[in-house]
């Protein structure tokens, strides 16, 4: 836990004097893994929304007669960026702690920094790039993950995180909405954009490659990633839908029961990044559901995962999952949080929730060596699959990293950690 602090206590000193940051989340430790540093492209960022009528509206709905809203969808977009000679990669991301439908964390803003430019040109050097599509937890937001998400737009990748409505720390709503609305919002996201480059009328038409796409999800966002993949949701989760909204079965449109639910798997989906992904303890997924995962997917746990759990969760997921080769990351004695940025300096004020610092914070690992092994995974793993690099090394090797150095990491830096590969079963 002593860099977390040092970090912190950087990030408060250099805070106070008005100056910019030294370190932002995502930059390197002196022991992070060979492909975390970032790539040679500039980044650019900006903020899109966008409006998805007549959607579901399960909170407002009434014994389980449907009712229906226009349904908001805001997102940040990071892409290769042609920079000006006066513009920098500095921005102040605006957050929130707190969540809006708990009285006893009531919402509190600040900013942090990172390494973008605000609405900066396009490169269009590199031609058209990846599409990754990124899904946050519940609650969160589309700036949980930016040591990713920042990370990967470096490296020749347009990388789109949703904020989910009824599901950000601004926004909160019941749990229903998560659990209908997340594979539904990514496919919406993925067709919204892809008919927006289409029509040559902003950055998605002149850099973005939709034929060729890669989702991240965290907790519910690898809950909603995997079931748009493929990995269609079991009949034990319509009656846990039902209970908690009074008899809706609204959610048995993405179940294996439906029919038409395996037409909507795109096959633009190339690769799948799920972190520690929610459901599987709930009976959200048996092995005829998970059989229709095909896709290559990595997944990340901790494996003392309380939240999504281990065992039965998510290494269950990963073995039942025998049609899609993957892979499994596991942070030996970690808990549920492996994918967010590190707790903000503000989080460490005397008065608030303990919940405002436990929502970033991992007991076990230092969050920023967590960030910048996930860095050099992830970056691994989609340059493989979207991009056709010659990566496979990084992810070959010991199972255990106590027993050998794990290729790409300094000597004695690979401990603590299992990486288990499944391929397709004949």
Same mark, same amino acid.
Request: net charge neutral; aromatic share 12%; hydrophobic share 40%.
């Given at each position: 836990?002593?860099k977390?602090?040092?970090?912190?206590?950087?990030?408060?000193s250099?805070y106070?004097?008005?100056?910019?940051?030294?370190?932002?989340?995502?930059?390197?430790?002196?022991?992070?893994?060979? *492909?975390?540093?970032?790539?040679?492209?500039?980044?650019?960022?900006?903020?899109?929304?966008?409006?998805?009528?007549?959607?579901?509206?399960?909170?407002?709905?009434?014994?389980?007669?449907?009712?229906?809203y226009?349904?908001k969808?805001?997102?940040?977009?990071?892409?290769?960026?042609?920079?000006?000679p006066?513009?920098?990669?500095?921005?102040q991301?605006?957050e929130?702690?707190?969540?809006?439908?708990?009285?006893?964390?009531? *919402?509190?803003?600040?900013?942090?920094a990172?390494r973008?430019?605000?609405?900066?040109?396009?490169?269009l050097?590199?031609?058209?790039?990846?599409?990754?599509? =990124?899904?946050?937890g519940?609650?969160?937001?589309?700036? *949980?993950?930016?040591?990713l998400?920042?990370?990967?737009?470096?490296?020749?990748? =347009?990388?789109?995180?949703?904020?989910?409505?009824?599901s950000?720390?601004?926004?909160?709503?019941?749990?229903?909405?998560?659990?209908?609305?997340?594979?539904?919002?990514?496919?919406?996201?993925?067709?919204?954009?892809?008919?927006?480059?289409?029509?040559?009328? @902003?950055?998605?038409?002149?850099?973005?490659?939709?034929? @060729?796409?890669?989702?991240?999800? /965290?907790?519910?966002?690898?809950?909603?990633?995997?079931n748009?993949?493929?990995?269609?949701?079991?009949?034990?989760?319509?009656?846990?839908?039902?209970?908690?909204?009074?008899?809706?079965?609204?959610?048995?449109?993405?179940?294996?029961?439906?029919?038409?639910?395996?037409?909507?798997?795109?096959?633009?989906?190339?690769?799948?990044?799920?972190?520690?992904?929610?459901?599987?303890?709930?009976?959200?997924?048996?092995?005829?559901?998970?059989?229709? *995962?095909?896709?290559?997917?990595?997944?990340?746990?901790?494996?003392?995962?309380?939240?999504?759990?281990?065992?039965?969760?998510?290494k269950?997921?990963?073995?039942?999952?025998?049609?899609?080769?993957?892979?499994?990351?596991?942070?030996?004695?970690?808990?549920?949080?492996?994918?967010?940025n590190?707790?903000?300096?503000?989080?460490?004020?005397?008065?608030?929730?303990?919940?405002? /610092?436990?929502?970033?914070?991992?007991?076990?690992?230092?969050?920023?060596?967590?960030n910048?092994?996930?860095?050099?995974?992830?970056?691994?793993?989609?340059?493989?699959?979207?991009?056709?690099?010659?990566?496979?090394?990084?992810?070959?090797?010991?199972?255990?990293?106590?027993?050998?150095?794990?290729?790409g990491?300094k000597?004695?830096?690979?401990?603590?950690?299992?990486?288990h590969?499944?391929?397709?079963?004949?």
């Amino acid at each position: 836990m002593l860099k977390s602090f040092v970090v912190t206590f950087l990030f408060l000193s250099l805070y106070s004097f008005g100056q910019s940051p030294a370190f932002v989340y995502g930059d390197l430790l002196p022991d992070a893994p060979e *492909l975390a540093a970032r790539g040679s492209y500039s980044i650019g960022v900006q903020t899109v929304s966008w409006v998805n009528p007549g959607q579901i509206d399960v909170l407002r709905s009434k014994r389980g007669v449907d009712t229906f809203y226009n349904r908001k969808i805001v997102a940040e977009v990071w892409y290769p960026a042609a920079l000006r000679p006066n513009q920098k990669e500095e921005i102040q991301y605006d957050e929130l702690m707190g969540t809006s439908n708990d009285p006893k964390r009531p *919402l509190i803003p600040f900013k942090f920094a990172g390494r973008a430019c605000r609405d900066a040109d396009p490169s269009l050097e590199g031609g058209k790039f990846p599409l990754i599509i =990124v899904s946050h937890g519940y609650v969160g937001s589309r700036y *949980l993950m930016t040591y990713l998400t920042e990370n990967l737009a470096s490296k020749g990748y =347009v990388v789109v995180a949703l904020d989910h409505t009824e599901s950000t720390f601004r926004d909160a709503g019941g749990f229903p909405s998560t659990l209908l609305n997340r594979s539904k919002d990514v496919i919406f996201a993925l067709n919204e954009i892809t008919k927006i480059a289409k029509s040559g009328k @902003n950055i998605f038409s002149q850099i973005v490659d939709t034929d @060729n796409v890669g989702l991240v999800g /965290y907790s519910m966002g690898g809950y909603g990633v995997l079931n748009v993949a493929g990995a269609a949701y079991a009949e034990p989760a319509i009656n846990v839908f039902k209970s908690l909204t009074g008899g809706s079965t609204a959610i048995a449109e993405r179940t294996l029961s439906n029919p038409e639910y395996l037409k909507t798997v795109d096959q633009r989906i190339k690769a799948v990044v799920a972190f520690a992904p929610w459901g599987m303890e709930r009976g959200v997924w048996d092995d005829a559901s998970l059989k229709n *995962l095909k896709v290559p997917t990595f997944f990340v746990s901790g494996s003392h995962d309380d939240i999504s759990g281990y065992e039965k969760g998510v290494k269950a997921i990963y073995d039942k999952a025998i049609n899609a080769e993957r892979y499994l990351l596991t942070y030996l004695n970690a808990r549920h949080n492996v994918a967010p940025n590190p707790p903000p300096p503000e989080s460490l004020q005397k008065g608030l929730p303990f919940d405002e /610092y436990y929502r970033y914070a991992e007991p076990s690992w230092d969050e920023n060596r967590l960030n910048n092994i996930n860095q050099h995974f992830v970056t691994a793993f989609l340059g493989i699959h979207l991009k056709n690099q010659d990566f496979k090394k990084y992810l070959e090797g010991q199972v255990n990293s106590n027993d050998k150095t794990w290729p790409g990491f300094k000597a004695r830096a690979s401990t603590g950690m299992e990486l288990h590969h499944g391929v397709v079963e004949k």
